[in-house]
């Protein structure tokens, strides 16, 4: 295991996210319907589906920011809104671009705001600069550590949150796109990023728009179009009429091949 959270509360077989029978919707407005999944640690789920099949609404739902209407949906086998399972898990906003440029802070200040949770009175202590400097190196951004986060490239500002998370000793990398804005070898680069961590033990979801993307680097899929259209391996789900379904004949799908 990469995270430095001692395991000990939590049992071998506890999944890290457990959705079960999960109904949400804004208003009247039915977004999720009868939503299963159990996410083993370890796992790297590539979570697709078209525009609007409330992929973001699930994350959220996992952040702990919203409860679902029916259903429970729990982190390491407490309720994903407990504050216990929240500073579990890591997350990387979509297109950070214009809040992050307006951030007038430096790379490692925003890194540091990892250990914040822990750290909400008192000094950093040696501990925290070290959880900091390692988190950095491991995305590769420690030479980047006085700069500015405004003024990095898409790529490079998403690696820093990736290192916040890193610092945190977050469990769980929760991602939404990632990657829009960002230049294909930069994106490339940042995929193999999240392969590496993901082989060293640390539990990814990620959304992603690109099929090709989740195909060559997840663990395993979901495809979600208010229901759960498909969960299981990513070579299986190009093979089934899943993809159809959820997505429909006429949407366009994208695909790309690494
Ligand atoms: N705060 C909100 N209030 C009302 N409706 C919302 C809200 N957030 C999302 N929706 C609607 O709920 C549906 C699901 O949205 P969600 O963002 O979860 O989908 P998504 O799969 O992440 O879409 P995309 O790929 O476009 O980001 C959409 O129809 C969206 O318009």
Known sequence: ?????ESTDTPADEPA???????????DRPVLEDVSIDVEPGTFLGLVGPNGSGKSTLLELLLGLRRPDEGTVQLFGEPAHAF???DRIGYVPQDVTTAAREMPMTV?????MGRYPHRLVGRFSRTDRRAVDEAMVRVGIDDLASRRIG??????????????????????LALDEPTVGVDAESREAF???????????????????DIGVVTTYATETACLNRRLHFDGAPEE??????????????????????
């Open 84 to 86: 216990a399972a929240g």
């Open 151 to 172: 003024r990095l490239s898409g790529g490079q500002r998403q690696r820093v949150f990736i290192a916040r998370a890193l610092a945190s000793e977050a469990d769980l």
């Open 191 to 209: 995929y193999d990023l999240l392969s590496e961590l993901n082989a060293a033990g640390m539990t990814i979801v990620l959304i992603e728009h």
């Open 17 to 27: 996210v457990s959705v079960a029978n999960v109904t949400f919707g804004y208003g």
């Open 237 to 258: 789900f190009v093979e089934t009429d899943a993809l159809a379904q959820a997505y429909g004949t006429d949407q366009h799908v994208v695909r790309h091949d690494h």
């Open 108 to 112: 490692r200040e925003v890194v540091a």
């Open 1 to 5: 295991m990469m995270s430095g959270h």
